[in-house]
């Protein structure tokens, strides 16, 4: 059954196989393409009404930040260039509607000391008693993953256990954000940290038949809605908790796990620059170790030096908000 109930339904369909033929991700486009067709149905509209005045009013009527906005509308311009290749209309509507500005964001980035502390502090919390150790330890390896591998949150819960090899320190992260497997070293103490877990796992619970790395319990795997609360926990205990603002059109985040992958990146290039090296050389390597698929996504953490620098830019920006 058709997503799509508007009168271009059949040509979001036919649009949808065509990129996926063509080897593309095809679930943002469907996000672009059923708000766009929910926006047809509300305004009830023909073919006749897809002018230029049609799209933007949706774009003035979207509800979020520019940068979705301007990826709806881009991804829409596509849509029709590829009707007009198609002999379904004569012109693109979109053609000469121009993008939004943009929204800085400034994300939240941990200095190593308060990487320590953090986890430090989720250690000293973890209840040992035997129903609860493992899941607790689940729980600290994977914030450990994301601050010493720079991981995204749900990487470490996807692991498998034949994807961690003890001997040569590795983990193989497979289908990622980019869909782009990738073998990455990880720490020793982190290696430690992982065997020591699988032993207590085998102690407590005996031969279970989860293949997860981290598990939840000896039926289930771990999903991101355990990790966050013990993070933010964390975050407060060590007074660090801060929400996130808006000051013009700049974001400035908040600490989220994800800001321990941030940290990762920032504190890295940190680290080589102070050795003498250059952190441009050292950017492809950064990518392959992130799983980024293009260096655009890597480059962003030059913007910050570190910790330090984002709260004297923070500082500044909030001193001078509502100055004239």
């Known amino acids: 059954m058709s ?37 047809l149905l509300r305004k009830k509209a023909e073919p006749a009404d897809l002018t230029p005045a049609f799209f933007l009013t949706l774009q ?31 012109d693109n509507p979109l053609k000469d509607i121009p993008l939004l500005a943009e929204e800085r964001f400034i994300p939240f980035v941990f200095s190593p000391a308060q990487i320590d502390q953090l986890l430090e502090t989720l250690g000293r919390s ?31 819960l996807r692991l498998k256990r034949y994807h961690f090899r003890a001997d040569d320190h590795t983990l193989y992260v497979e289908k990622t954000k980019f869909k782009k497997d990738r073998l990455i070293p990880i ?11 699988l032993a207590v796992r085998q102690s407590l619970w005996g031969a279970d038949d989860n293949p997860y790395l981290l598990a939840a319990s000896p039926k289930k795997p771990f999903y991101d809605y355990l990790i966050r609360p013990r993070f933010h926990q964390a975050v407060g205990d060590i007074g660090l908790s801060c929400p996130r603002q808006t000051i013009g059109t700049t974001n400035i985040g908040s600490p989220t796990p994800h800001s321990l992958r941030h940290s990762f990146a920032v504190n890295t290039l940190k680290r080589i620059t102070e050795q003498g090296r250059s952190p441009q050389h050292a950017l492809p390597v950064l990518a392959a170790y992130l ?17 330090s620098h984002r709260h004297n830019l923070v500082a500044f920006i909030q001193t001078h908000a509502h100055r004239p």
């Open 291 to 307: 799983g980024h698929c293009e260096y655009k996504h890597t480059t962003k953490y030059l913007k910050l030096l570190d910790a």
């Open 3 to 39: 997503p799509f109930e508007s009168f271009l339904s059949e040509q979001f369909e036919d649009y949808i196989a065509y990129r996926h033929q063509l080897g593309y991700d095809t679930k943002g486009l469907q996000w672009v393409l059923r708000t766009l067709d929910r926006h």
């Open 126 to 156: 973890l209840r040992q008693e035997p129903p609860y150790f493992v899941k607790e330890l689940g729980i600290y390896l994977a914030i450990l993953l994301l601050a010493r591998c720079g991981m995204r949150i749900y990487e470490p």
């Open 60 to 90: 003035a009527g979207l509800q979020t930040q520019s940068k979705s906005v301007n990826r709806l509308l881009s991804t829409t311009r596509m849509f029709f260039n590829y009707l007009v290749r198609k002999d379904v209309c004569q």
């Open 187 to 197: 720490p020793g103490a982190v290696a430690v940290e992982i065997t020591n877990y």
